[in-house]
């Protein structure tokens, strides 16, 4: 089995030729060529936080399974926190902190990373806030946009800058930094402020998670900022029939959206993206623009 060193560590890398989507033909290597190429751009969104990966050895038309805890033979260099789960039970799980985490990671046919709105050290403090845009039969990523462009002028009222990346499927994921918030406190700021919206446009947006009511709306899902559920971070790649990825957005980008083809974009897409316009998400990481939840 191939052996590669990536900053120190020495990482076993085995099947690259093997296709991970066969619709497009694309490979494991192909997978970690990306993960190399935009790691500035996607480690400080994961780095801290307790991971979670949807593998897919076989590829996307295989088996796909949804793993919390370290895989079977985790190198003692990969940092590994302690999480609790709903029950109270205590769980460990992966930090992709580093480029050799990455690598590792993703020669595991690790496609998708997935996080919590806090980080590992302080499970209790919600420093994120997200609202996932998920639009009902009928409806596509442009009727997220509307719906997102409602929600950037409201959450502006509360005084909270918010930023905007494609899930890397069909809609959107909206971020906020936070401070003095808890995983219950967003919560239920994130759904009261969806409950609004459906008042205000109940022809265009639905709060409740009933999937029948969905059709001809677009969905605010206030609920993954619960402390035990996690979102598609941003620049991963998703598990889907193409190679799309959650690609971080510019608000003249959104506003001029007309088709899905508009804000699609692949695993070959990105790297150059991220040369030419920055990482569009990077305010999310200064401090200064964190801000307080409201007063209820």
């Given at each position: 089995?191939p052996?590669?060193?990536?900053?120190?560590?020495?990482?076993?890398?085995?099947?690259?030729?093997?296709?991970?989507?066969p619709?497009?033909?694309?490979?494991?290597?192909?997978?970690?060529?990306y993960?190399a190429?935009?790691?500035?751009?996607?480690?400080?969104?994961?780095?801290?936080?307790?991971?979670?990966?949807v593998?897919?050895?076989?590829?996307?038309?295989?088996?796909?399974?949804?793993?919390?805890?370290p895989p079977?033979?985790?190198?003692?260099?990969?940092?590994?926190?302690?999480?609790?789960?709903?029950?109270?039970?205590?769980?460990?799980?992966?930090?992709v902190?580093?480029?050799?985490?990455?690598?590792?990671?993703?020669?595991?046919?690790?496609v998708?990373l997935?996080?919590?709105?806090?980080?590992?050290?302080?499970?209790?403090?919600?420093?994120?806030?997200?609202?996932?845009?998920?639009?009902?039969?009928?409806?596509?990523?442009?009727?997220c946009?509307?719906?997102?462009?409602?929600?950037?002028?409201?959450?502006?009222?509360?005084?909270?800058?918010?930023?905007?990346?494609?899930?890397?499927s069909?809609?959107?994921?909206?971020l906020a930094?936070?401070?003095?918030?808890?995983p219950?406190?967003?919560?239920?700021?994130?759904?009261?402020?969806?409950?609004?919206?459906?008042?205000?446009?109940?022809?265009?947006?639905?709060?409740?998670?009933?999937?029948?009511?969905?059709?001809?709306?677009?969905?605010?899902?206030?609920?993954?900022?619960?402390?035990?559920?996690?979102?598609?971070?941003?620049?991963?790649?998703?598990?889907?029939?193409?190679?799309t990825?959650?690609?971080p957005?510019?608000?003249?980008?959104?506003?001029?959206?007309?088709?899905?083809?508009?804000?699609t974009?692949?695993?070959?897409?990105l790297?150059?993206?991220?040369?030419?316009?920055?990482?569009?998400l990077?305010?999310?990481?200064?401090?200064?623009?964190?801000?307080?939840?409201?007063?209820?």
């Amino acid at each position: 089995m191939p052996i590669t060193e990536v900053e120190g560590r020495r990482i076993k890398v085995s099947h690259l030729e093997r296709v991970l989507w066969p619709e497009t033909g694309t490979t494991k290597g192909e997978l970690l060529h990306y993960y190399a190429s935009v790691a500035t751009g996607l480690l400080p969104y994961v780095s801290g936080r307790p991971v979670s990966f949807v593998r897919t050895p076989d590829g996307v038309d295989g088996k796909r399974f949804f793993q919390k805890r370290p895989p079977a033979g985790t190198p003692d260099w990969v940092t590994v926190s302690q999480s609790v789960r709903r029950s109270g039970e205590f769980m460990e799980q992966v930090q992709v902190n580093d480029l050799p985490t990455l690598m590792w990671a993703a020669n595991l046919a690790c496609v998708e990373l997935h996080t919590p709105q806090w980080c590992a050290d302080e499970p209790g403090v919600a420093d994120r806030l997200v609202l996932d845009l998920d639009p009902g039969d009928g409806c596509t990523v442009v009727d997220c946009c509307r719906v997102a462009l409602l929600l950037r002028e409201r959450l502006a009222e509360d005084g909270i800058e918010i930023w905007a990346k494609t899930s890397g499927s069909k809609g959107l994921h909206l971020l906020a930094a936070l401070r003095d918030a808890t995983p219950a406190t967003a919560t239920a700021y994130a759904k009261r402020v969806a409950q609004e919206l459906e008042a205000r446009h109940p022809d265009r947006v639905i709060s409740r998670m009933t999937k029948a009511a969905r059709s001809g709306r677009v969905f605010i899902d206030w609920s993954q900022n619960s402390g035990n559920k996690t979102t598609a971070a941003p620049y991963t790649v998703r598990a889907r029939p193409t190679p799309t990825v959650s690609a971080p957005l510019s608000w003249p980008e959104i506003a001029a959206a007309h088709t899905p083809d508009d804000l699609t974009f692949t695993l070959a897409d990105l790297p150059a993206r991220l040369s030419v316009e920055g990482d569009l998400l990077a305010p999310l990481l200064d401090p200064a623009r964190a801000a307080p939840l409201p007063p209820h």
